[in-house]
Structures are given as C-alpha cells and as structure tokens.
C-alpha cells in the first residue's frame, strides 16, 4: 500500500494575503502506511484568517507526532479517534477565541482532516472546506457542509441551483475561533487501491461543477506528482476565470 500525493495553493486575484493552510504529512508505523491531510480556509472576512487556519494545522501536526503513535499499538479505534480529534478542535477554538479577546480581532477557520491508514479512513469536517472521494464510479463528496444554504437544502427550502448561486453561500454555521460550540462531522470508511481523495477549500470549486472536478481528476489520470500538480493548476486557473476571487487551496492523494 502506498499514496501518491501533491497540495496546492494559491492566493488568488484579489486577495492581499493567502488565508487558506494545507496539511501532508506521512509516516510508517509497523507494516502500515500512514498519511494525514489537511485544508483549513482561514475566514476571509475575519482579520488574521491566515493566523486561525496556520494555528489549526499548528495543532493537527502536534497530534500526529505526539498523539497519533499512542492510539495505533493494537489497532485504531475509531471512537477514541473521535474523541481525540474533538478535543483538539475544541482546544484550538478556546486558543483562538482567547487569542481574539486580547487582541480585540476576529479570527475563524474551517477545516477538513483526511486519515489513512492503508485503505482505511477517517474524516473530520468543520466549516465548508470540502473532502470527495473519486473511484472508477465517479466523484461522491463525503463531508457535509456547514453552511447556511446547506441548511435550507435540507429543509427542502433552497434547491441546489438556487444554493449554488446564493449570495448567502459563504455564511458558515460554525467555524473554529469563532463560535461558542463546535460539532464536527467524523466519518470512517474503506477506500480501494486506486481511489483518490481531493481536499479543498470552497474557493477551489465554487465556480466548478462536480463533474468537472472528476474529468480533472480522475484516479486513472493520477499517476504522478507532477501530473497532479499541473491538474490542480488547471482547476485553479479555471476558477478563477470563471470569477473566482477568494483563495484557492486543495490537495489529492491517490491510494495505489
């Protein structure tokens, strides 16, 4: 089992900094490959976005190192992962709301966590940041998002199309640093040799359609770094041709 893997970023057109921070790192524990990903997307309309999102990848870096190995002897559970990855989220709001308080600032991220082991993964999703899975089938989008126009889709009030074109599609129901209660989405599941993940902010595909997405990025067409890098430079270009003025951040790793 291994990963093919490559993260992009971009600040995009109209933004003075890039708020947007990725996550890849890798490791090997016994005969089983490890990998965890990450894009948090620091609030645009927030000041110091860049600072919650680098503070949350901060974090997420430490439990790898310093967390991770202790749950792994004996086999994951997924329940004590759950508990694990709640207690950072819940740490890094209280960090990054007292941060705010002294500073008199507003500051939030979004984040989603990618975790395979082998072909086995688990997911954690806080905000609008997205994470899908690709196979042979098509594109399926595994988190949820938190939003505002989510909400009326799901109470059958806003249809997708309308959802889609919102002026109210930004508007999060909750982000780290900046809300009172967080409940994050946790999700687990197998994936298959040749599956692929993509990672990314909600810049990175506003302006792109689902379908789209999986023509760029089809497992079958994965099979390098830097054919993974030029696609998402492709993906990225795109959306910003088509108006997209936010920043643009993603990363894909491919199970082979």
């Given at each position: 089992?291994?990963?093919?893997?490559?993260?992009?970023?971009?600040?995009?057109?109209?933004?003075?900094?890039?708020?947007?921070?990725?996550?890849?790192?890798?490791?090997?524990?016994?005969?089983?490959?490890?990998?965890?990903?990450?894009?948090?997307?620091?609030?645009?309309?927030?000041?110091?976005?860049?600072?919650?999102?680098?503070?949350?990848?901060?974090?997420?870096?430490?439990?790898?190192?310093?967390?991770?190995?202790?749950?792994?002897?004996?086999?994951?559970?997924?329940?004590?992962?759950?508990?694990?990855?709640?207690?950072?989220?819940?740490?890094?709001?209280?960090?990054?709301?007292?941060?705010?308080?002294?500073?008199?600032?507003?500051?939030?991220?979004?984040?989603?966590?990618?975790?395979?082991?082998?072909?086995d993964y688990y997911l954690l999703n806080v905000?609008?940041?997205?994470?899908?899975?690709?196979?042979?089938?098509?594109?399926?989008?595994?988190?949820?998002?938190?939003?505002?126009?989510?909400?009326?889709?799901?109470?059958?009030?806003?249809?997708?199309?309308?959802?889609?074109?919102?002026?109210?599609?930004?508007?999060?129901?909750?982000?780290?640093?900046?809300?009172?209660?967080?409940?994050?989405?946790?999700?687990?599941?197998?994936?298959?040799?040749?599956?692929?993940?993509?990672?990314?902010?909600?810049?990175?595909?506003?302006?792109?359609?689902?379908?789209?997405?999986?023509?760029?990025?089809?497992?079958?067409?994965?099979?390098?770094?830097?054919?993974?890098?030029?696609?998402?430079?492709?993906?990225?270009?795109?959306?910003?041709?088509?108006?997209?003025?936010?920043?643009?951040?993603?990363?894909?790793?491919?199970?082979?």
């Amino acid at each position: 089992m291994d990963y093919i893997t490559a993260s992009y970023s971009d600040i995009g057109v109209s933004k003075e900094n890039n708020q947007d921070s990725t996550l890849l790192l890798r490791a090997r524990s016994g005969g089983d490959e490890i990998l965890l990903a990450s894009v948090c997307d620091g609030m645009g309309g927030l000041s110091r976005g860049e600072l919650a999102s680098a503070i949350m990848v901060k974090n997420l870096t430490s439990w790898f190192s310093e967390r991770l190995p202790y749950l792994l002897p004996g086999g994951l559970s997924s329940n004590e992962l759950e508990e694990d990855w709640k207690r950072v989220v819940v740490s890094t709001n209280r960090q990054l709301a007292d941060y705010a308080a002294k500073n008199s600032i507003e500051l939030g991220t979004t984040a989603v966590v990618l975790l395979l082991i082998n072909n086995d993964y688990y997911l954690l999703n806080v905000g609008d940041s997205r994470i899908y899975l690709l196979d042979t089938e098509g594109i399926r989008q595994l988190t949820k998002d938190q939003t505002l126009v989510q909400r009326e889709m799901d109470a059958g009030r806003m249809t997708y199309e309308e959802a889609r074109v919102s002026p109210d599609r930004g508007l999060l129901l909750q982000c780290i640093g900046a809300s009172n209660i967080i409940t994050p989405q946790f999700l687990s599941g197998t994936a298959e040799p040749g599956n692929a993940f993509l990672i990314c902010c909600d810049g990175m595909r506003h302006e792109v359609t689902a379908d789209e997405l999986y023509t760029a990025f089809a497992p079958d067409s994965l099979t390098s770094r830097s054919i993974m890098n030029r696609k998402l430079r492709e993906v990225t270009d795109l959306n910003i041709q088509r108006g997209e003025t936010d920043n643009l951040s993603a990363v894909i790793v491919k199970i082979i």
